[in-house]
């Protein structure tokens, strides 16, 4: 029983899956690859949750908090890229955790990265709601209130941070955040060649709106507004819901520049979605590594100079928190540029979510193909798109009904350790695949191995306990209600498991009898 549990998935069993008629269509290039990290990393981090990390956590440090995540996403990511080199098949992190430490584990980070990026989508779909309606305010047109968020909001207060009580808001749901998410499930069963078109198109007038808050706010920095420059200090570390290193709000969440990057790391989980695509590169051994190094190197740059502006232009305590770099320059006396920048930032966010959902089917396909899921229905590939169709559409109307029933803090807390996990575990397989495989070719090698995977490992870690303890308990609940899955379907449906079974039954009548 345990080793069933534990029994790895052949890498040549991995290579195998990319022949036949369920095989993606292979159309992306390196800067296509490229344009699908910076597609899903630039976007939410820095026109949505920038704004709430730097007024209520770290202040000015958040500059900082940026350089500590993307140290750790650096760390995984060459991690990722070996990884897609050696099996650039659909899957990422499940696919890799198959392959080096067994079953079990392979649902666990599979189950996952479900939650990742559906609940993520769902988050950026507000996102998106709140920079449309933001736009049509300045235009002087007001959106229906009955239809223009979440029914119901929370309020935490005292007491450690427990939650105290629901509050309605007088809206239905949420219209904006359906309509879009509607729309971007149309695009995705289409295809991937239009998909990726549209998103490089959005990243193009992105990059150029980015480059445009850096160019003409420097222009407006005040360096006293740096100061003082880490209002509740560096660290902002807690161990399970008891702060060990530094300060905590009066809801009992840690405060500081740790604490900054851990909740900052949400904008980081586009690289991840490059691996779930190496299936469908045209050069994976090559490309997939340049498509997750390139785009993360690049956005943490943008991250740590449109900080920098922000916290200079404003001071921290007087950032807005739903549009905190539109509503910037309309503080300092820029409507024109408010303007600009809404629509900027609803074609950057309109890209995440794109990416998001794009990557949702791969995963669900590769765990379909591996018999944990129905193959029927989530590993179904149109025979005209060559997109895994009905696992696409099933997400669109999960990600519609989250987005317009669910506040936007209850799902933005659900996605950041959830994400830390999956890179953990992607750390801890290079060093397992290191030496259970070491004479596999390996195109692109994660360099001072093992280094570079043990400091991605500590990261993650440092990351976590930097989070609130409710983080825990929501993430244990999903594993929970996955593994009842896993027990109840996955495991009697496995794939390797009837393979082996039919070697074991093969091998025993074959055995001389006594």
Sequence with gaps: MIKKLFARKPLKLLLAEMEGENRLRRVLGPVQ???????????????????????????????????????????????????????????????????????????????????EYTVASSAVAHGWSKYFQNLLTSFHVQFPAIVSSAPFDYKSNAVGGV????????????LPAVLIVAVVTVILVLGIRQSAGFNTAMVIVKLAVVAFVIGVGAFYV??????????????????FGETVLGWTNNNGEPVGMLAGAAIMFFAYIGFDSVSTHAEEARNPKRDVPIGIVVSLGLCTVLYIAVTAVLTGMVRYDHIDVEAPVAQAFAQIGLPWAQRLISAGAIAGITSVMLVLMLSQPRVLLAMARDGFLPKGFFGA????????????????????????LLPLDILAQLVNIGTLLAFLIVCLAVLVMRKTHPDVERPFRCPWSPVIPMLGIAFCLLLMFSLPWENWLRLAVWLVVGLLIYFAYGRRNSVLARLRAEVEEKELAEAPRG
């Excluded at 098949?89 to 599979?110: D, N």
């Excluded at 939650?163 to 949420?174: A, E, K, N």
């Excluded at 590939?381 to 987005?403: D, E, M, N, Q, Y």
Aim: proline residues 6%.
């Design 33 to 115: 690859l490229t344009a699908l990290g910076v597609g899903c990393i630039i976007g939410t981090g820095i026109f949505v949750l920038i704004g709430k990390a730097a007024n209520e956590t770290a202040g000015p440090a958040l500059m900082l908090s940026f350089v500590v995540a993307g140290l750790c996403c650096v760390f995984s990511a060459l991690c990722y890229a070996e990884f897609a080199s050696m099996a650039p098949v659909a899957g990422s992190a499940f696919t890799y955790a198959y392959a080096t430490l067994g079953e079990l584990f392979a649902w666990i980070i599979g189950w996952d990265l479900v939650l």
């Design 163 to 174: 939650l105290q009580h629901f509050q309605g808001t007088g809206s239905f749901f949420d």
């Design 222 to 239: 005040n360096p006293a507004n740096w100061h003082p420059f880490w209002p509740h200090g560096p660290w902002g570390v807690s161990l």
């Design 381 to 404: 590939v149109h025979p005209r798109f060559r997109t895994p169709w009905k696992s696409t559409i099933l997400t669109g109307l999960v990600v519609a009904s989250l987005a317009a």
